[in-house]
């Protein structure tokens, strides 16, 4: 036995990185934002209201995320203010516009939306995943 070298003792060999993916959530709530106000007014909604996160593993770090947002509908003339900075893992810079319905006795307004992150490793692999957010607006 004297004189042998052994080799990958205690040790695995590598296989290579595990796949790319990537989760998202958001980091308070459940992706609803109520905005009850006065009849008839305009009313924003502030950096921080909306609050995601992703989170990539696998591939080969380091990441960089890329999240973009569609409005699916809308009932009211609810829009993107500002898609704020949409190329770190935290994305709480979104704000968004809706309309509180004229009238105290009409029926609340929603819009929805989709925000999609897209994360890439350093070798150019993609992988994304999407989350749905709702504005509901109330007339007080």
Do not use: H
Request: hydrophobic share 40%; charged share 15%.
């Amino acid at each position: 036995m004297f004189g042998r070298t052994v080799s990958g003792f205690g040790s695995r060999a590598k296989r290579g990185a595990a796949p790319l993916s990537i989760s998202v959530a958001y980091n308070a709530g459940e992706g609803v934002i109520e905005a009850a106000a006065p009849a008839g007014i305009t009313l924003d909604t502030n950096a921080g209201d909306v609050d995601a996160t992703g989170s990539a593993s696998g591939g080969t770090a380091p990441y960089s995320f890329a999240w973009t947002v569609t409005e699916d509908s809308d009932q009211g003339d609810c829009a993107v203010l500002a898609a704020g900075t949409q190329n770190a893992a935290q994305y709480n810079t979104l704000t968004l516009r809706t309309v509180i319905p004229a009238s105290p006795t009409d029926p609340p307004v929603e819009a929805s939306y989709t925000l999609r992150c897209t994360v890439t490793d350093s070798t150019s692999a993609t992988a994304s995943a999407t989350l749905n957010l709702t504005v509901v607006s109330i007339p007080l």
